[in-house]
Structures are given as C-alpha cells and as structure tokens.
C-alpha cells in the first residue's frame, strides 16, 4: 500500500463527503464498504508472455476469454504517453483521492447549464474502478459502485499501482485491453518508445473504443487522435510544430498480428510455468537471430512440395544455451504438420553419430587418425554393412574414412570400442534415446540404428564441439535453472575432440593451431527420410534437419545435398564465425610415431571375403635387394592372386598404380627403407605387405 499525501487525503476526504451528502451511505458505512473493497482487489487476469534472453516478447498468449491483455508497468511505455494520458484524462491525478471533487461538480454544472451530459468528471481512478469490475456506464448504481471502488484503490494502491493497472485494461477496440496489446497490435512493437501521433491515438481510443477502431474507421481515429495533438499543443504539453507533424503520421489500417517467434518452445514453456502460477517465462533465445531463421525457414520449405518440412537447432556449446529452435516453418501450416515440433521428434541419425565413435577410438588408443583402415566388404558376426554408394574405397586412413562418411570402418571401430559405450557417451549429454525391443546395442546403432531427436545431437556436437564436456543444453533462462544445470560431463578427451574437430573441419592432416573455422558431419537416413548436418564453430553449434514430419521416404533426400546449405545458410545468419580453437596438449601430429598395432587396423571380429585378394610378392617381412643404395636400383614386382580386377595398388597409403587387370605389375621405388603396400580389388578387397627395401 502506497502512502498518500496530504492532499490526496483531503480530497479523498472531499470525495467521501460528497458522497455521503448523496445519500449514498453514512461515514460508518461509507468506510467499512471501501475497506471491503480494499481487502478483495486482485490483479486482473493478464496472458501469459514469453521473452527472450533480452527481455523482447517472444509470444504472447491471450487470456482464457480470447481477449489481449498483458502485464504493463509505467515503466513499460513511453513517459510522454503517461503525461499525454493524465493531460487528457485527469490533470490532478497525483492530488486528488481517486474522486475529483472539483472536476465533478464542474460537469455537473455545465451539464445543468447545457442541458445534456458534457462530461463525466471521471478521474482515471474511477476509470480503473469501472474496467475492473466490468461497470456499464450510464447507471446510477454502477456510478456509486464506481466511486466506492475509486476510493477502495486509492486506499491500498499507489498512484503508479492504480496507473500500472489502467495500462493493462483500458479497451482498444475488438479483443485487444491494454496499451501493450493495443501497441503490438496497431503499431508493430512495444509502447517503450512512442512517437506523438501514436501517443495520441492511445490516447483517443478508449474513449469509444468501436467508433474509433483504426482498421474499421480509420478517419474518425485520425479526428480523435488529431483533437489530442490539438489539446497538449494547447496546454503545452508538446510544442505545435511537433503536433503539426505528428498529424501528418499515418493512421494504422489493419491489426498486426501478435509476436509469435519460437512458437514451440514459447508453448512449452507457457506449460511448465502456468501449473507453477507464474504468468512469464524468459528463454535463452536471441529474439532477433530467432526472428531471421524463422523467416529463412519460411522461404526456404516454400520451395520443397508439401508435406516437406525442416527444423533448426543453434546453441552457445559453452554454455548449452539454446539461442534459435526452429521446431516448424509455420505452426499453422497443417499440409507441413507445423504444430509438431520437429526439434524433438525422435528420427534414425544416419551418419551422424559416426564422430562420435571415432571419437571413442582415438580416445581408447584404438586407432588414430593417420591409421590405415579397410573399406571393403566385411561380415561382422552376420551383419553384413554396406556403403551408401554401392562403393568400397579399400585402404584408406581413419580420417579420410570419416570425411567420406565410410559405413565399414565406422563399424570397425564400433566393434572395437562396443555399441554400449557408444549408447552411454550419448546418454551422459542428457539425449533421451529411442532403442526399440533391443535389450542391448548391436553395431546398427552406428549406421543410424536408432531413435534420437535434433535437440539431443545438437548436445551431442555442442559436447564435441566444447573439447569433449557435454553442457546441459537449455533453453529456459531463469537463475533456477542455471544453478541447477550443472558443470556437464565429459563425453570425451580433449585431444580424441580434438582429433574429431580437425577431420570434421576438413583438415589435411592433423597438424598445430586451428583447423579451419566449421567443422561438420552430415547423415542419411535409411529410406531417404531424414537428412542431417550437425556443425559447430568456436562458439556456436548448428543442427539441420529435414524431411517429412509423418516420416515417409523422400526419394532423393540426403544430407550433403539438402542439408548442408541450409546449415550454411544459418551460419551466415548468425553472423561471422568464430575459429575453431587450437589443439590441447598431448596431440601427436607425426603419423611416424603410431604404434606399430595403430598404424594399420585389423578388423576385430570380421569375417573377410573368401575370394579377397592375396599378395603373393612381395612376401610380408622380406628384405629385398634391388640396388637402391648403389644408384636407381631396379623396379619391385607385384603380384596378386584372387579378387577381381581391375586392381589398384598403393605404396604408403598413396595410389601408385591404378585400373590393372593384370595379376602382375611392378613399380619402381626411388629410395630404401621399409614401404607398406597394399592392393585394393574391383569389390573392395584388400592386402597389405611391408617389405624393407635396399
């Protein structure tokens, strides 16, 4: 309860007598009805609203009888509107008591004089008093009613309370009360900064608020709104050149639509917080960021055929802030199921859980990202994987393998850090996996064998991106849920990150300083129904994903084609990227100091084609004499039995003969020392020799 001044006491004092001498009530009566009065007020019902991390609006949500109105303080709208508003309304609000004794008994002089009703002497107290208990006008009853009310506020609120409060009810025309509603849905944005033509209009409108609604009469709101500019030129309130401008602005014609960015998250936030009795929540989400990808989204899916639709993940990966989610182009989009939210829907990943098994191995000491690796075609205790392509690239290195997105070695290197691992990483980020009737992961896990939602592998690139600590991702931006969010947990080593960071980016090799500037995987998933790109720089982490939201094939839909550029269509978005950041310590850069066991893996637990190719010369070990040390010595002899042709053949992991049908060539070394050779058959097929040459 505010306290009142001498003056508002004496003219509440004033008011309580007039009315007294009405008839209305004795002074007992008179005080326990306004204490009653008092005691019952309650804030009107206001919709609920979610901000962004900024404070803007986000979404607005109307209250339960359909009509606009939101939580307004003074503090909310423009202070030339305030003076504007008491300028026009009720010069002595901060004197009088909620009753201006003066400014009644002149109106009803001047009515008696005119002979009808000029004006009704209300004072913005009183205007408050009937909007809050809903008063018809006109009625004797409902104005003693009114004055009683008047008085109850001025009694238990402040002046700025009893303001506050006709910025929340005062009637706009149709649904809308309140001068944020009416400012929204009139001029596009918040009543914070107001011009003196739209200060004006607000101004004029509730007084008939129908009569004067600007989308269906728009020249008598021009009138009214001009009477205001005339009347504060008048009592000095705005200079006249000023008003003369402000007439000149044009008056609005249509109503806006309400703020609806992040529709998704706004709705579950609203969820969470209304069985909690809060009527606002504020999100993590950068309201301007979120604004340019919802309007990208919209022109992007207008040019794929309907049902086709596509979600959109942005994240800080160091702190685990969501800044943008995208669950739909348009929530009111049925053909498109725009009311799904699409960030959470559980859909097979595709590739794109294949970092993070790399990850694992290099992690585990399994493999690195110089060793050599077989791409052929491998049975793994009957399951028999096979590539996207049709094609089996032989003996490549772990890095190469995981920037060609090869399904074979990915499943190696599963097999050797087990499927249940791989299920744990996943799980310590907070994803919430989808693994069918199995009671334990097999290798399919690895090649999109299970269920997981964008949200979840943007947590899962956000904990690669952030040298291998998986932050809880969260979008609610309340100081509760930052204290209770946690340090996150380690998913992976720095340097297995690392590693990871440096193929993702494209990097040659695994050298010193930054890699490049985004690192990212793309997926597929089986049937051609959902395609994927995670992707993350210095600071952010973008997730992509598209297809049909009832999870039908798109024939033709994969990742590289449809979602890598709209993952780059986000990055520029978001704005300049950030370097990825240099390499922890404890990186081997030289694939010379691989442990031998590391520099070529064996496939653990595979069954290898009957008819692979073998090299018959050179014999694995063999030390063989060709004169190199005397000068150009002679050419080396290379044979191969089994397999199919054509064969390629390479010399320390690089391509020295390719397409040869012939079962027998030879190459021509330029220096001694040890080579490893292999041979790669028409299938995939492989055979690795080292021999030590002199």
Do not use: C
Request: no cysteine.
């Amino acid at each position: 309860m505010g306290r009142r001044s001498p003056r508002r006491r004496l003219g509440a004092a004033l008011a309580a007598a007039l009315v007294a001498g009405l008839g209305l009530a004795g002074w007992a009566g008179l005080e326990r009805e306004v204490a009653t009065r008092a005691a019952a007020l309650r804030a009107p019902d206001t919709g609920f609203l979610v901000e962004a991390r900024d404070g803007a609006l986000l979404r607005a949500f109307a209250v339960r009888d359909g009509r606009w109105r939101m939580a307004a303080q003074v503090s909310d709208v423009d202070p030339r509107f305030l003076r504007m508003l008491q300028g026009w309304e009720d010069k002595r609000f901060g004197e009088h008591g909620g009753i201006d004794a003066l400014a009644l008994l002149r109106s009803v002089l001047e009515s008696a004089r005119r002979g009808w009703i000029v004006s009704g002497g209300s004072t913005l107290t009183m205007q408050v008093a009937r909007l809050n208990d809903r008063l018809p006008t006109g009625s004797v009853r409902a104005k003693a009613s009114q004055f009683l009310g008047a008085l109850a506020l001025e009694r238990a609120l402040t002046k700025d309370e009893i303001l506050s409060l006709y910025l929340q009810l005062a009637p706009y025309g149709g649904n809308i009360e309140g001068v944020r509603a009416a400012s929204l849905t009139w001029f596009g944005h918040e009543p914070k900064r107001l011009t003196a033509g739209e200060a004006a209009l607000l101004v004029a409108l509730p007084q008939s608020p129908e009569r004067l609604r600007p989308d269906l009469h728009p020249e008598r709101a021009r009138k009214a709104r001009d009477r205001v500019l005339d009347r504060m030129a008048e009592i000095g309130l705005l200079p006249s050149s000023e008003a003369t401008r402000a007439k000149r602005e044009p008056v609005p014609t249509t109503r806006r639509a309400m703020p609806m960015l992040a529709a998704h998250a706004a709705e579950a936030a609203r969820l969470a917080e209304v069985r909690s009795g809060r009527r606002s929540a504020r999100l993590t989400v950068d309201a301007a960021l979120q604004a340019r990808l919802e309007i990208y989204a919209r022109d992007k899916v207008a040019t794929l055929p309907k049902p086709q639709s596509l979600a959109i993940v942005v994240a800080d990966h160091e702190t685990g802030e969501i800044l943008a989610s995208v669950g739909s182009p348009h929530l009111f989009d049925t053909a498109r199921q725009g009311y799904v939210d699409l960030t959470k829907a559980q859909r097979s990943p595709g590739s794109t859980l294949k970092p993070l098994i790399y990850g694992l191995a290099f992690e585990r000491g399994v493999a690195h990202p110089e060793s050599l690796m077989d791409d052929r075609p491998t049975s793994f205790a009957g399951y028999s994987p096979g590539n996207f392509d049709g094609r089996f690239e032989g003996m490549l290195t772990a890095r190469r393998a995981l920037q060609l997105s090869r399904n074979l070695p990915a499943v190696e290197l599963l097999a050797a850090v087990g499927p249940s691992r791989l299920v744990d990483r996943i799980r310590r980020t907070g994803a919430s996996l989808e693994l069918g009737n199995r009671s334990l992961p097999g290798l399919a896990i690895g090649l999109g064998g299970l269920g997981i939602s964008l949200e979840d592998l943007v947590r899962l690139y956000a904990g690669l991106a952030n040298g291998g600590v998986a932050k809880p991702l969260r979008i609610d931006a309340s100081p509760a849920s930052a204290l209770t969010a946690g340090p996150g947990r380690r998913i992976l080593s720095p340097q297995a990150a690392w590693y990871v960071a440096s193929i993702l980016a494209g990097a040659p090799t695994t050298a010193k300083g930054s890699p490049g500037t985004i690192a990212f995987k793309t997926g597929t998933s089986f049937g051609y129904r959902d395609a994927w790109t995670l992707a993350y720089d210095g600071r952010h982490v973008v997730g992509v994903w598209l297809g049909r939201p009832d999870g039908a094939p798109v024939p033709g839909l994969v990742g590289q084609d449809a979602a890598v550029p709209v993952m780059r269509d986000v990055f520029a978005r978001i704005g300049a990227p950030e370097k990825l950041p240099g390499p922890p310590p404890g990186i081997l850069v030289s694939a010379a100091r691989l442990p031998p066991a590391m520099r070529r893996l064996s496939p653990k637990g595979a069954v290898a084609r009957a008819d692979a190719p073998e090299i018959v010369f050179p014999p694995k070990g063999a030390r063989i004499e060709l004169g190199l040390s005397d000068g150009a010595g002679m050419d080396l002899s290379l044979k191969v039995r089994n397999g199919r042709p054509p064969f390629t053949w390479y010399v320390d992991g690089k391509a020295a003969l390719q397409g040869l049908f012939d079962r027998q060539a030879s190459w021509h070394p330029r220096e001694p020392g040890f080579v490893d050779i292999s041979v790669v058959d028409a299938a995939g097929g492989a055979a690795t020799t080292r021999v030590f040459l002199e």
